[in-house]
């Protein structure tokens, strides 16, 4: 039985818990005057006994599930030979893997090492104790769940109030959710970038101009030692995203204002969905257009009037995910036009002031401290940006202002060092999330001041 | 009462024609009766602007209902009556303010300086400048006092150097007496100002493209009584050099600045006269109800 | 001159520049649509190749001697058996005139190489074909499928001008026949174009998308339910709602860095899996499910809660009995749209190794698996011509998804609407 059945008939026990603590309110009401006489609807002791059985079960999969496997190599490292015990904890991994692979694959006879051969054996016999121990004790817990929740069953039992404040806490602990994600996040990142910085010192790391992160695997290989020196990928990064936002800004406040000012109910309610269409096409789409399309069409055109464009422009990409970008800044600069009040508009026009000369003059100064919020936004999404530029820009990190040449960012690298088959340890993958920390950052500290300057302009106008 | 409302909505609706006839010495107290006609001389002996049976439609919604009225050189005529009477909507209709609603369609003849307002040939922009607004909220732009008070002399090129600029600035602020409490901080953003304050600044901006006519729309609703004081007094001095007209709720307000009151009822003019006659002696009952403070 | 003349003056400057205003307003419209446009007619149109298939008929002898079984050979004996040597006679038996050894091995990539697992199953199927001849239709390697498929022949790279002739001879002879390839839905990925589907791709997706359904609905409601109904005002709270305004924000790829670290290198769950992949997209539009289902909940009005409260009903009873069912189409139409960036994205997945190449179509939760958006970004990456349009392809199944998924929230939102 595996965790999957078990789940299975934990929940089916649950079920059961219900229909019996139900049947068995009823009952106990019987002498004093039927179901009316109880605290609650027989319902809740239903629930209230499935709940008795279902979350104590469930809690303790949860928990043997965490925990089993590091209690099963422990027990297993006593078996192996005390040689093993010396070994660094990466190879010892690898052992273990090996182990683990030996064991599943059905054919430890045909092993010849007779160590291993042992530790296979005694590793699959762990595993079906283990397995046995969790689903006899799981499956009593789930019992004796039923049975005290049962001895619970009382007319005066306040069973909704029980029921009601377990949910409540279930409530609780499931808008926790967000608040772990965001530790996960720190503390994933955080961690191995702590120890990145252990080998690479994190000045060379944020002030370096120098980035070749393959490392020499085998100390007979030539040349690169590895150099992590992040400058290029942050300007490399700053010139996509400025490229981006060059198309985007113009384009999409222009297209808030013209469609929200000038046209007509019928157009705006035609182009407005079309162009949502371009905030749902997914980033993968517009990196293939860009590296296929776009990138090919801007080095024949920069070509034909002499110029000489690496094949993996940042302008191609910039381009496209400046366009990306348009609906996003459309509909955040909307937002915020809509919200200036309509007095000031009014104060405009009766000074006589033409529609444009109200939108240019009035309207943007006041809406400006919510477009810069929403520009600030529009640019964390430019630089956490990953599939286009994966696709369409370079991986060679070169130090340039050039949008005509290929410069690499920060999410490429990231991407580049942690696809493939590496170590998790080497300084390599590590630098990932040393450049994820740097992007988390980033993209943190400028969505907080974005939200609060569009938050502080809301409130002005309320 | 609203059963009477209903009736009474109904009949206007069918009401067609404006009777402009001096009715002084008949004495109207059935409620009932049909209110479409004027009661008292609508039209002024010199008149700046003429509004001749005006009806302003909402979609498929009438809102006003044959207005006609004068708008005479140099007096305040103070628009009077409940909320959503349409008022507000028929002096939005002056300087086509209404032209920013886009279902709203305005029929009728409105003139200023006997030039149809509402002709091709009449620039709505050049319109507005000709004929100014304030409005019930201090609306200052979020720019500076003097940036809000040049606003519209730099949009239609009234100035030609800074001297120019700093002179109408100047002037308008004294006019609409803001100048001395400002003065030593006209480049601070205009929205820094007590409400009365903002308030007057508005009328300085509006006052600074020197219009024919300003247009109030309940100038002193969201001020304080001091600041209402002020704005009243200043609104008695402008009077010399410009026509005005003023909606309120404050019949006080409308007794102290006003030489003419008009009294509207559900998007039609009931009554007009001189200001003492009407807060004195009021013709149609609903004038009456409406002054003795029985509805509103 | 009086001011009226003055601003007479400026009007036509300042209406020419309102005209130009308005003008730049339209063109930045016209740049979204254009954009729009071009890409989709890009797309649409390199795709139009992936969705045919051109099939050589070859006149194959299933001889044991060349089989290299015995002529009464059965079931496993035949599993084994040289049907790539057939196949050469049978092309060969075409071109009479092909002799020398480098043109015959050339004549023979004509053919996909899954024309010899086609025999084989065939053969094993049929055990009485054998030592018989059978006319048989096979698929055309994708170099020669690309150039029928090509207009300008002349520009048919991957082809020598000795197999050029050839398949125009194929041609002539009637041999060639193009079909509806249906290779495409009904296969996983593979090296070669002619052999490589989407059905593995979309299997994963399928995988990932329920396991980010069944996750993040119950904790996305919830949460939007304790913050909007039960939750007090206080520092926790606010930090709770920020951390969720921030989340929203925070790039995707970062996702894929949590879930590398911790799902895969703290709790050891295997690489690749939809599992993984679903929990990963579950964090990523949490946000998105919260945010919706919180405004839903805020939009039904307080009279219905006080209606319910002033029955005797529970505040829980009141919330789930009442509030929730009226805010659940908003809150349906959050989670299709949050279940819709999930399944376009991309990067998040690359970190937990779902990019990996995988031919067979995944049979659960925690076999190794690839979802459409990854599949694209391979295809994409791929040298070979044709996969350009299988990508194509691709991209455009993905489309039609998204379309109707919003389309279906779209639907929701219209149907149940509801002015209070």
Sequence with gaps: MNATTLLVVIIGLTVFGYVIGRMRSIKVSQGTGGPSSLHSLPKYYGYMVALWCGIPALILLVLWLVLEPGILRSLLLD??????????????????????????????????????????IKLLELNSTSELMRNVLIFLVALNGIIWGLANVKI????????????????????????????????????????????????????????????????????????????????????????????????????????????????????????????????????????????????????????????????????????????????LSDDVISAVPKAMRDGAYGMGATQSETIRQVLIPAALPGIVGGILLAASRAIGETMIVVMAAGLAANLTVNPLQAVTTVTVQIVTLLTGDQEFDSPKTLAAFALGLMLFVTTLVLNVIALHIVRKYREQYE | ????????????????????????????????????????????????????????????????????????????????????????????????????????????????????????????????????????????????????????ARLHGLAFNKAELDEIVITSLQKAGLFDEVKDRLHEPGTGLSGGQQQRLCIARTIAVSPEVILMDEPASALDPIATAIIEELIDELRQNYTIAIVTHSMQQAARVSQRTAYFHLGKLVEIGETNQIFTNPKHELTENYITGRFG | ??????????????????????????????????????????????????????????????????????????????????????????????????????????????????????????????????????????????????????????????????????????????????????????????????????????VGSLYTLLVTLLLSFPLGVSTAVYLEEFAPKNRWVDLIEVNINNLAAVPSIVFGLLGLAVFINYFGLPRSAPLVGGLVLTLMTLPTIIIASRSAIKAV??????????????????????????????????????????????????????????????QGFVDSATVLPVQIYLWADSPERAFVAKTSAAILVLLIFLVVMNGLAVFLRKKFERSW
């Design chain 3, 301 to 362: 009005p307080p009279s219905i809660r006080q209606a319910a409260l002033g029955i005797g009903a529970s505040k829980t009873q009141t919330v789930f009995q009442h509030v929730l069912p009226l805010a659940m189409p908003g809150i349906l139409t959050g989670t299709i749209i949050g279940l819709a960036q999930a399944l376009g994205e991309t990067a998040p997945l690359l970190m937990i190794g779902m990019v990996a190449f995988i031919v067979d179509i995944p």
């Design chain 3, 1 to 202: 001159m009086n001011n009226t003349e003055l601003i007479k003056k400026g009007l036509p400057k300042r209406y020419r520049r309102e005209k130009r205003f308005r003008l730049y307003g339209m063109m930045a419209v016209m740049v979204g649509f254009i954009f729009l446009l071009i890409l989709l007619t890009d797309i649409i149109s390199k795709s139009l190749p992936a969705f045919s298939q051109h099939w050589i008929q070859l006149e194959v002898q299933f001889d044991p001697d060349v089989l290299g079984v015995a002529a009464d050979a059965e079931g496993k004996a035949l599993r084994h058996a040289n049907y790539r040597a057939i196949l050469k006679r049978a092309i060969r038996a075409e071109f009479p005139d092909v002799s020398k050894r480098r043109d015959k091995s050339k004549l023979a990539a004509l053919i996909s190489s899954s024309a010899e697992y086609e025999l084989r199953d065939m053969l094993i199927e049929q055990p009485y074909l054998l030592g018989k001849a059978k006319t048989v239709w096979v698929r055309a390697d994708d170099d020669l499928d690309t150039y029928y498929k090509t207009a300008d022949k002349a520009n048919a790279v991957r082809l020598t001008e000795k197999q050029i002739a050839w398949a125009d001879r194929l041609q002539e002879n009637n041999l060639i026949e193009s079909r509806f390839n249906s290779t495409l839905f009904s296969d996983g990925d593979s090296r070669e174009p002619e052999q490589a589907g989407i059905r593995g791709a979309l």
């Design chain 2, 1 to 152: 009462m609203v059963e009477t409302d209903i009736n009474m909505r109904t009949e206007l609706m069918e009401s067609t024609q404006v009777q402009s006839v001096d009715r002084s010495d008949t004495k109207v107290a059935d409620m009932k009766q049909q209110v479409n006609a004027t009661i008292g001389e609508p039209f002024a002996k010199d008149p700046k602007m003429q509004a001749r049976q005006v009806n302003v439609y909402y979609g498929n919604k009438q809102a006003i209902f044959n207005v006609s009225l004068d708008l005479g050189k140099n007096e305040v005529v103070a628009l009077i009556g409940p909320s959503g009477c349409g008022k507000s909507t028929f002096l939005r209709c002056m300087n086509r303010m209404n032209d920013t609603i886009p279902i709203c369609r305005v029929e009728g003849n409105i003139t200023l300086d006997s030039e149809d307002i509402y002709a091709d040939a009449m620039d709505p922009v050049l319109l507005r400048a000709r004929v100014g607004m304030v409005f019930q909220k201090p609306n200052p732009f979020p720019k500076s006092i003097y940036d809000n008070v040049a606003y519209g």
């Design chain 1, 156 to 331: 005066d039992m306040r069973a909704r109030v029980f029921v009601e404040r377990i949910i409540r806490y279930l409530l609780i602990l499931c808008s926790l959710v967000a608040i772990l994600t965001t530790i996960g996040i720190v503390l994933s990142v955080l961690f191995e970038s702590i120890r990145f910085f252990k080998s690479v010192p994190i000045t060379d790391f944020i002030f370096g101009t120098e980035w070749s992160p393959q490392t020499a695997i085998r100390a007979d290989q030539v040349g690169s030692s590895g150099a992590f020196g992040a400058i290029p990928l942050f300007a490399g990064t700053l010139l996509i995203s400025a490229i981006a936002l060059i198309i985007a800004v113009p384009t999409g406040l222009m297209s808030a204002i013209y469609l929200s000012e000038y046209a007509s109910r019928r157009f705006r309610a035609v182009a407005k969905p079309l162009l949502e269409i371009l905030a749902g096409i997914p980033t993968v789409v517009y990196g293939f257009f860009a590296a296929l399309t776009v990138a090919p069409f801007i080095r024949k055109f920069g070509e034909s009037i002499g110029l000489n464009v690496a094949s993996e422009s940042a302008l191609a990409a910039g381009v496209v995910m400046g366009i990306m970008i348009i609906p996003f800044v459309s509909s």
């Design chain 1, 79 to 120: 078996e192996l030979p005390t040689t093993m015990s010396t070994l660094s904890e990466n190879e010892l991994s690898l052992v273990m893997n090996d182990l683990q692979l030996l064991a599943d694959s059905g054919r430890i006879d045909a092993e010849t090492d007779p160590h291993k051969k042992a530790a296979a």
